[in-house]
């Protein structure tokens, strides 16, 4: 022990500097790698991202497509001089339509009293709105949850139907019909 | 600074004046007699008013495809009216507080009908 601090006190000062710089770089990285034992989570963390990321570049593509929409109200159905929706985007505007505007819950809660009185009864509160794209139907459905207490009962309603309509404003796309019936 | 609240009032300024002049009643006598009145959502209603509500003959489209023909008491669809729906479904018949109440035949778009008594809305078998 005591020849090796010895043969430390010989050695010149821009060596023992080197070393302790090296020394504070291998502290530092053991210091991480501790750390990131304790509280990272590696791999998991990782596909996280990569998940994210991939999600990320998915909501991209699809607002391109959203603005190169015709602005105006988009359909999925024949019969109406609105833009005719392909099956092939009909999907993606399904998939990229995140609102439920007012006269389309107002509309789907013509054949949905007991939700029609929930609704107004708290003040035109929506609880819930969803808009999801069904594989195996391929086809797109909406719907919203409304609750609240009428006439002493605690409610919850669950509308939902196939979203065919929808308006597209140049910026972002809106469920305009649920046909519930 | 100064520059920038400015123009933020003045856009506001004419945005509101853009919108107040697109809303309200458009044409004719919206407080008794025959007009048309525009809502900030863009449903319209053209019809007749008593006492500034929706009273007698009138059609109501809503922006999203919903024409209500028919009639109407207290601003409300009540009296015998047909709804056309946007994918071209239909209900015509007898209308209550807003909602399908009577005697009436609701036709899909590929034809199919049901016909008889609703009772708000729902189809009583």
Not at chain 1, 2 to 30: A, D, H, M, R
Request: aromatic share 14%; proline share 2%.
């Amino acid at each position: 022990m005591e020849v090796s601090k010895n043969s430390f006190k010989t050695l010149s000062e821009p060596v023992k500097q080197f070393g302790g710089l090296v020394g504070i770089i291998i502290l530092i990285f053991l210091t991480f790698f501790v750390l990131n034992n304790i509280f990272g989570e590696g791999d998991e963390l990782v596909a996280k991202m990569k998940i994210e990321e991939e999600r990320i570049a998915q909501e991209r593509k699809l607002n391109k497509l959203i603005s190169s929409l015709p602005s105006g109200v988009l359909v999925s159905f024949d019969g109406t001089d609105n833009f005719k929706l392909s099956d092939e985007l009909y999907e993606a505007v399904c998939k990229a339509t995140k609102l439920i505007p007012q006269r389309a819950i107002m509309g789907a809660n013509f054949l949905n009293f007991r939700a029609h009185e929930i609704y107004t009864i708290n003040g035109n509160k929506i609880d819930e709105t969803f808009v999801k794209w069904d594989d195996e139907k391929n086809k797109c459905f909406a719907g919203f949850v409304v609750s609240g207490n009428n006439v002493g009962v605690d409610e919850t309603v669950k509308v939902s139907g196939e979203a065919l309509s929808f308006l597209s404003t140049g910026i972002d796309t809106r469920v305009y019909f649920i046909k519930n019936f | 600074m100064k520059k920038l609240i400015f123009f933020i009032l003045f856009s506001s300024l004419i945005t509101s004046l853009a919108l107040a002049r697109s809303t309200g009643c458009k044409e004719g006598n919206c407080d008794n007699g025959y007009g048309k009145w525009v809502y900030t959502d863009k449903t319209t209603y053209e019809g007749e008013w008593v006492a500034t509500k929706k009273h007698g003959q009138g059609t109501e489209t809503w922006p999203n495809g919903y024409i209500y023909k028919g009639e109407f008491k207290e601003s409300q669809w009540n009296g015998i009216g047909i709804l056309f729906f946007p994918d071209g479904s239909t209900y015509e018949g007898e209308w209550a507080n807003g909602f399908m109440n009577g005697e009436g035949t609701f036709t899909w778009s590929d034809g199919k009908q049901k016909k008889g008594i609703w009772k708000n809305g729902s189809f009583q078998e």
